[in-house]
């Protein structure tokens, strides 16, 4: 194979990489404008944004045992053809249901995706230096296109509707479909691979369910009795799970790779940066537009420090892991970045260019830790279990982000529906929908009188904040709490070949 075509392998699955990861944060910037034309609730909002997430994370697993039994090229190009029917769809959604629907189904076009471009990756590049640069650019792409998301949403949205944050998507799907079926080397798959659907499903059910127990709790009047019911489901489903995976010849996940405390911390750290970095700015991009009043583009290039030194770390904490070691280098990533994120909690009503400086070294960190990580998983295993370690790698990814949606959009919602009642006078305003969201609240005013939506708006606005404290706390608390189990592992620190 030529040099040329190797790397334009690379340029093609790193295009489809870019267009997951991206997916997965592209609505923050267009959150309050497509709950504004589709008149979505405040429970339809996060699962707009998190459906996405819970699925793939949900169908990595299964899908990359299928890839290796169908062929990689094949699933890798049927997930193209899914992921941009279905971003037609979502595009012109005409309700909140629809583009829920739309956006699950987009889960499992990117789930089908991932774990190809991985193992394209490896079989395309043979010499171990080209190897290591594509690997180096494909975790790039992986930990800074999520931050990138908001960004690009914001560039769309001032210039098209809401809808354009997916359209986008089918131009490259159809120039990836064509380039990648005539250039990607078409290894067959092996039959005797076992597919466990009934696992990913088992796997899938369990982690939708504890997501919606967290967001029922999240609720101003919560209902006690489906989030009981929700998180039993979701615990029996993930018990059958594991008891399926212990049992199986050939396990989609083999939980012993779990006894490696180097494995287990890389994992939790993979999650905890995940969690933190989409969570934060999930309410970070609302609040610039609904409190500071940014349009789209203003708010996406205020969070574009975050991307920026996101992709800038990458190949920085690669350069140095050698050097420092994987477990010392997942402690002080962990660590500086709880104290970019406290750095931030204090600074958040500053002057601009301190704002922008801490988001930069927030973006810094984070991506050096999701770096990390992402090395570490992959040193952790032998070689013959490397499609595993990518898979948990992937999945790792996901949940981190499905699990910062769910804790930081409940979070929000419950110090704002509980700040809201305390500080909204009942003569101001009685519709029930002022309490549960900033979205409502603005939308309740436009109904008043001019000095009652202005009160009104000071008072929904304060409260947002107060919940923007909380999830800035509790993003920076989990960062800490990573790091400390990182550093209280026994296993020495094991330096990356």
Same mark, same amino acid.
Do not use: C
């Given at each position: 194979?030529?040099? !040329?075509?190797?790397w334009?392998?690379l340029?093609?699955?790193?295009?489809?990489?870019?267009?997951?990861?991206?997916?997965?944060t592209?609505?923050?910037t267009?959150?309050?404008?497509?709950?504004?034309?589709?008149?979505?609730?405040?429970?339809?909002?996060l699962?707009?944004?998190?459906?996405?997430?819970?699925?793939?994370?949900?169908?990595?697993?299964?899908?990359?045992?299928?890839?290796?039994r169908?062929?990689h090229?094949?699933?890798?190009i049927?997930?193209?053809?899914?992921?941009?029917?279905?971003?037609?769809?979502?595009a012109? =959604?005409?309700?909140a249901?629809?583009? @829920?629907?739309?956006?699950g189904?987009?889960?499992?076009?990117a789930?089908m995706?991932?774990?190809a471009?991985?193992?394209?990756?490896?079989?395309?590049?043979?010499?171990?230096?080209?190897?290591?640069m594509?690997?180096? @650019?494909w975790?790039?792409?992986?930990?800074?296109?999520?931050?990138?998301?908001?960004?690009?949403?914001?560039?769309?949205l001032?210039?098209f509707?809401?809808?354009?944050?997916?359209?986008?998507?089918?131009p490259?799907?159809?120039?990836?479909?064509?380039?990648?079926?005539?250039? @990607?080397?078409n290894?067959?798959?092996d039959?005797?691979?076992?597919?466990?659907w009934?696992?990913?499903?088992?796997?899938?059910?369990?982690?939708?369910?504890?997501?919606?127990?967290?967001?029922?709790?999240?609720?101003?009047?919560?209902?006690?009795?489906?989030?009981?019911?929700?998180?039993?489901?979701?615990?029996?489903?993930?018990?059958?799970?594991?008891?399926r995976?212990?049992?199986? @010849?050939?396990?989609m996940?083999?939980?012993a790779?779990f006894?490696?405390?180097?494995?287990?911390?890389?994992?939790?750290?993979?999650?905890?940066?995940?969690?933190?970095?989409?969570?934060?700015?999930?309410?970070?991009?609302?609040?610039?537009?609904?409190?500071l009043?940014?349009?789209?583009?203003?708010?996406a290039?205020?969070?574009?420090?975050?991307? *920026?030194g996101?992709?800038?770390?990458?190949?920085?904490?690669?350069?140095?892991?050698?050097r420092?070691?994987?477990?010392?280098?997942?402690?002080?990533?962990?660590?500086?970045?709880?104290?970019?994120?406290?750095?931030y909690?204090?600074?958040y009503?500053?002057?601009v260019?301190?704002?922008?400086i801490?988001?930069?070294? *927030?973006?810094?960190?984070?991506?050096?830790?999701?770096?990390?990580? =992402?090395?570490?998983?992959?040193?952790?295993?032998p070689?013959?279990?490397?499609?595993?370690?990518? !898979?948990?790698?992937?999945?790792?990814?996901?949940?981190?982000?499905?699990?910062?949606?769910?804790?930081?959009g409940?979070?929000?919602?419950?110090?704002?529906?509980y700040?809201?009642?305390?500080?909204?006078?009942?003569? *101001?305003?009685?519709?029930?929908?002022?309490?549960?969201s900033?979205?409502d609240?603005?939308?309740?005013a436009e109904t008043?009188?001019?000095?009652?939506?202005?009160?009104?708006r000071?008072f929904?606005?304060?409260?947002?904040?107060?919940?923007?404290?909380?999830?800035?706390?509790a993003?920076?608390?989990l960062l800490?709490?990573?790091?400390?189990l990182?550093?209280l592992?026994?296993?020495?620190?094991?330096?990356?070949?």
């Amino acid at each position: 194979m030529t040099f !040329s075509r190797r790397w334009l392998i690379l340029a093609i699955i790193s295009s489809a990489l870019l267009l997951i990861v991206i997916d997965m944060t592209v609505l923050y910037t267009a959150l309050p404008t497509l709950t504004r034309e589709l008149n979505a609730s405040a429970s339809e909002k996060l699962w707009i944004v998190n459906i996405y997430a819970l699925i793939a994370a949900g169908l990595l697993l299964g899908m990359g045992t299928l890839g290796d039994r169908l062929g990689h090229k094949r699933l890798f190009i049927g997930g193209l053809g899914v992921f941009g029917l279905f971003s037609l769809m979502a595009a012109f =959604s005409t309700s909140a249901a629809v583009l @829920i629907g739309a956006r699950g189904f987009l889960a499992v076009g990117a789930s089908m995706m991932m774990p190809a471009t991985l193992a394209i990756v490896r079989v395309t590049f043979t010499d171990p230096r080209e190897q290591a640069m594509a690997f180096g @650019i494909w975790a790039s792409v992986a930990s800074g296109g999520a931050a990138f998301g908001p960004v690009i949403g914001g560039l769309l949205l001032e210039h098209f509707w809401w809808g354009s944050v997916f359209l986008i998507n089918v131009p490259i799907v159809l120039v990836a479909l064509v380039v990648g079926a005539l250039l @990607i080397p078409n290894n067959p798959g092996d039959a005797s691979k076992r597919w466990d659907w009934l696992g990913s499903l088992q796997v899938m059910i369990g982690l939708i369910s504890v997501a919606y127990a967290v967001k029922e709790l999240g609720k101003r009047t919560p209902s006690f009795e489906g989030m009981l019911i929700a998180l039993v489901l979701g615990a029996l489903f993930l018990t059958l799970f594991i008891r399926r995976q212990r049992r199986a @010849i050939q396990p989609m996940l083999d939980l012993a790779l779990f006894s490696s405390s180097g494995f287990r911390n890389a994992v939790i750290a993979a999650v905890v940066s995940a969690a933190a970095l989409i969570g934060m700015e999930l309410v970070f991009s609302q609040r610039l537009q609904l409190v500071l009043g940014l349009s789209p583009l203003e708010a996406a290039l205020f969070i574009l420090p975050l991307p *920026l030194g996101s992709f800038i770390s990458g190949p920085l904490a690669g350069y140095y892991l050698p050097r420092l070691g994987n477990q010392r280098m997942l402690f002080w990533t962990l660590l500086l970045s709880a104290a970019s994120m406290l750095a931030y909690l204090l600074l958040y009503e500053a002057a601009v260019y301190l704002q922008l400086i801490v988001l930069g070294l *927030l973006g810094l960190t984070i991506g050096a830790a999701l770096t990390a990580s =992402s090395s570490t998983i992959m040193l952790s295993v032998p070689a013959d279990q490397a499609g595993m370690a990518a !898979s948990v790698e992937e999945v790792s990814f996901e949940l981190g982000g499905a699990v910062g949606v769910t804790l930081s959009g409940s979070l929000l919602s419950a110090i704002y529906a509980y700040s809201a009642g305390l500080a909204i006078p009942a003569w *101001l305003s009685r519709n029930p929908a002022t309490f549960d969201s900033l979205d409502d609240a603005l939308v309740v005013a436009e109904t008043l009188s001019p000095e009652g939506a202005a009160m009104l708006r000071a008072f929904a606005r304060s409260a947002f904040d107060a919940g923007f404290v909380a999830v800035l706390v509790a993003s920076a608390a989990l960062l800490l709490i990573a790091a400390l189990l990182v550093k209280l592992s026994h296993q020495p620190p094991r330096a990356a070949p």
